[in-house]
């Protein structure tokens, strides 16, 4: 059963574009959606993280923002660079607990 | 500080036989999770471990089992090997408090079963 559902699955933009990748949970139990990046042969990298009681949350050119009503929430990449061409992966777990639920992935790539 | 690390890095074993993964958590953090990424996929959840007790387990088959070590450090046991074995075992760990969820990746182990 998928609980975490995101698009698109691949993503072509230009240099300094906005990058824009949404998900969608089921769960609402889930209290706790971070944002991973993954480069080809490793592991994913913790990006930036948002609790529901707060509808947005930017870190530099990251910000994510969080709709609890419409259980989406989605990633915002400003000034898209080349060096953000990865995979990335949005989850969703509890507070206090380490499991995470992932989506299938976005495949990024930023063009000259 | 040194992060998460998994051995071996690659491994090619047969069907039917039997793989041992290890990983050494960051320091300071109690928890350790088990990840299988099949390749294009997300990471699936399969064990959890916290001060060495198992704390959630994944949908997977009895073939798979961990452990964890008093210096916080895991084991992934699969016996049996089938091919759809085949995947990225990625390790995480974390300090795991009420407000601190924050898992931190290993490099991972890219097994290879033929």
């Known amino acids: 059963q998928q609980q975490v559902k995101q698009s698109p699955q691949s993503l072509i933009v230009q240099k300094g574009g906005i990058s824009i990748i949404n998900c969608a949970y089921e769960n609402t139990a889930f209290d706790y959606f971070p944002w991973y990046q993954q480069f080809p042969g490793k592991g994913p990298a913790l990006l930036i993280a948002?609790?529901?009681?707060?509808s947005e949350k930017k870190e530099g050119r990251f910000t994510i923002s969080f709709n609890k009503s419409a259980k989406q929430f989605s990633l915002h990449i400003m000034d898209s660079q080349p060096g953000d061409s990865a995979t990335y992966f949005c989850a969703a777990s509890y507070l206090g607990n380490e499991k995470l639920t992932f989506g299938t992935g976005t495949r990024l790539t930023i063009i000259p | 500080d040194a992060g998460v690390t998994q051995s071996p890095t690659h491994l090619i074993k047969t069907r039917g036989q039997h793989v041992t993964l290890r990983c050494s958590p960051i320091s300071g953090h109690k928890s350790v999770s088990w990840y299988q990424q099949v390749l294009g996929q997300g990471p699936q959840f399969i064990f959890q471990?916290?001060?060495?007790?198992?704390?959630g387990r994944g949908n997977f088959p009895d073939r798979f089992s961990a452990r964890q070590f008093p210096n916080y450090s895991s084991e992934l046991n699969v016996n049996a090997l089938l091919l759809g074995d085949s995947a990225l075992y990625l390790c995480a760990s974390s300090k795991l408090t009420d407000m601190n969820t924050e898992a931190f990746f290993g490099q991972g182990t890219r097994l290879t079963v033929v």
């Open positions: 948002i609790r529901p009681d707060v």
């Open positions: 471990y916290y001060e060495k007790e198992e704390r």
